[in-house]
């Protein structure tokens, strides 16, 4: 719901009458309310509130560890681990950057547009992932061209250069290592890891 919702509905009482107005704004995803106000009215029939148990060793038992103690202990080490691959990909980022800056190069047209034309597809994939229909929803597809391609020449000079650091080193990865980086990546896309492989 829009905030609206949430400020009409704070501190209401059980049979009390609730009347307000919403405008809707004009890149809302359903099509049927998008740029209108509408009239809201009813009356509170009743209030729930959640019943939250009280946390203890035997609540936590079910998602794999034996207590709150261990329970924490992991959420540390994920956030650790995980404000560790920022740092990883921050520096790779820095990295990537003065490369790029030291050695500039043309990247091949084919190559950009093949870059741009898997971006714009997820962003159609993402648009209908949220029922909006890509064809219909008002965006200037024009200006997301013009950015996304910038962000796809970026990609694939990114791609070209770390192609050639890989040959030039004679870099491998070991099978340890492979299986590694396809669970990450399997993790952080959301795919099965066969997928990723």
Not at 17 to 37: A, I, L, M, S
Not at 112 to 117: A, F, G, S
């Amino acid at each position: 719901t829009l905030p609206e919702f949430d400020r009409a509905m704070t501190g209401k009482r059980v049979a009390e009458d609730v009347g307000f107005e919403v405008t809707y704004p004009q890149e809302f995803p359903n099509e049927e309310v998008r740029g209108k106000t509408l009239t809201f009215t009813g009356r509170v029939e009743e209030i729930k509130t959640p019943d939250v148990p009280e946390l203890s060793d035997e609540l936590v038992k079910p998602l794999g560890v034996e207590s709150i103690a261990d329970l924490r202990d992991k959420v540390r080490e994920r956030l650790s681990a995980r404000k560790n691959q920022e740092a990883d990909r921050t520096a790779k980022t820095r990295l990537v950057e003065r490369l790029l800056d030291a050695h500039p190069f043309d990247a091949p047209d084919s190559m950009i547009e093949d870059e741009l034309r898997q971006r714009l597809e997820d962003i159609g994939r993402n648009l209908a992932s949220q029922g909006v229909d890509p064809d219909k929803v008002d965006i200037d597809w024009k200006q997301v061209l013009e950015k996304e391609r910038e962000g796809a020449l970026r990609r694939v000079k990114e791609e070209i250069l770390l192609d050639a650091v890989i040959r030039k080193e004679a870099m491998t990865l070991s099978r340890e290592e492979f299986e590694i980086a396809t669970q990450l990546l399997a993790r952080d896309a959301g795919v099965k890891l066969e997928e990723i492989r």
